[in-house]
């Protein structure tokens, strides 16, 4: 048996995911979010623990169960996910962020819940830190797999955020293709390294997890 486990292309090594979208309050009854399922981050989640390794996620909200093995920490908004990461990530040998994470919060959170009376009302919103990045900056970083949600030129934008945010690896999708990525069962990935590329052909979810983790390992 044991023999068996250290023979999965994963045994030893620590992971910390994160997936799903964020929340981000306007005032106690209400929230600004995305269509994120966070499928494809459990999936990662699943196929990392199958393939031997330690795996913690860090979830916004959703509606799937914890996949076997895998530590679940659930946060709510970009700024409690990057706290939950920063507070985990020590030690992880490889970061993969799969969470859609809203690039903006509202600026001031209303204490009570707002009442309708003008025709027109406007939410004025403030950058939310970039999770991908900052682990990215840190010393002794693990090896950082960003994703890439794109509607055209994917492979310019996704080379881009791989050069900028100075990730090892991007995964992109192209979520202008109906039943694809976002909210869907199965997805396509163009995976980008620096010196690299490889096509991930549409497929389910826990397959092409498979896929992007054995890349990682190579
Ligand atoms: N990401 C993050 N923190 C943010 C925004 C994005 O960690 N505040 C991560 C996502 O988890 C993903 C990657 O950055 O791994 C790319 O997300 P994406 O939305 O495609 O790119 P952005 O850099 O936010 O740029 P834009 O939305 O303008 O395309
Ligand atoms: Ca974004």
């Not at 966070?38 to 509606?63: E, H, I, Q, R, Y």
Request: proline share 5%.
């Amino acid at each position: 048996a044991t023999k068996e486990v250290s023979a999965l292309p994963l045994a030893g090594q620590s992971l910390l995911i994160t997936a799903g979208p964020t929340r981000e309050a306007i005032d106690p009854v209400r929230y600004i979010s995305n269509h994120s399922s966070g499928k494809m981050g459990f999936a990662l989640a699943k196929a990392a623990a199958d393939m031997g390794a330690t795996v913690t996620l860090v979830s916004g909200p959703v509606n799937l169960s914890t996949p076997e093995g895998v530590t679940r920490i659930d946060v709510e908004s970009a700024q409690n996910m990057l706290d939950a990461v920063m507070d985990n990530v020590d030690k992880k040998d490889i970061f993969i962020g799969c969470a859609a994470v809203a690039d903006y919060r509202i600026s001031d959170i209303a204490t009570c819940k707002i009442k309708k009376s003008a025709e027109e009302m406007q939410l004025a919103l403030v950058r939310n830190p970039d999770i991908l990045a900052t682990v990215a900056s840190l010393p002794n970083r693990p090896f950082v797999v960003g994703f890439a949600a794109e509607t055209h030129d994917v492979e310019a934008y996704a080379r881009d955020k791989l050069k900028r945010k100075n990730l090892n690896m991007i995964a992109a999708n192209d979520v202008s293709v109906a039943g694809l990525g976002f909210n869907a069962d199965a997805n396509a990935l163009r995976v980008f390294w620096p010196h690299g590329s490889q096509d991930l052909p549409a497929t389910d979810k826990l397959t092409l997890a498979r896929q992007l983790l054995s890349l990682i390992v190579k």
